[in-house]
């Protein structure tokens, strides 16, 4: 689901996710990753593939919390994909220094060397 879904859908889904105790429910759920990392529990899930990664890394870390919550009884795996010399690449570079403490996000507002990380080696049109 999407921050525009119907309320009511989005949380038949998710209270059909999460009551799946078999091979008979529904093996995968797909939600975009703003809609995805705060208010919702999916401890059914064993699972999360970030499949676009998000400028403020904070974010990803609350999408990843969804699954990794109290009640979660199974092993649980994040994935991050990123294609190699591409913007999505410059912002796994960005989450680096950012964890290093040498940059950081203000406000929402990065610095100037930030956005020199994510402009490196992207075509300007």
């Known amino acids: 689901f999407t921050g525009s879904s119907d309320s009511r859908k989005r949380d038949a889904a998710i209270r059909s996710f999460q009551q799946t105790d078999d091979d008979t ?3 995968v759920f797909v939600v ?3 809609s995805g990392s705060v208010g919702i529990t999916l401890t059914a899930a064993s699972r999360v593939y970030l499949l ?6 904070a974010v990803e870390v609350q999408a990843a919390g969804r ?5 979660q009884d199974k092993p649980c795996h994040v994935v991050k994909f990123a294609f190699k010399n591409s913007y999505e690449a410059n912002i796994l570079k960005l989450h680096e220094k950012l964890g290093k403490g040498k940059l950081q996000i203000v406000d929402g507002r990065v610095e100037k ?3 020199e990380i994510l402009a490196k080696g992207v075509r300007k049109a």
């Open 67 to 71: 699954i990794h919550r109290l009640g």
């Open 113 to 115: 060397k930030a956005v």
């Open 52 to 57: 676009e990664p998000c400028l403020d890394p």
């Open 32 to 34: 975009t990753l703003r």
């Open 25 to 27: 429910g529904p093996a």
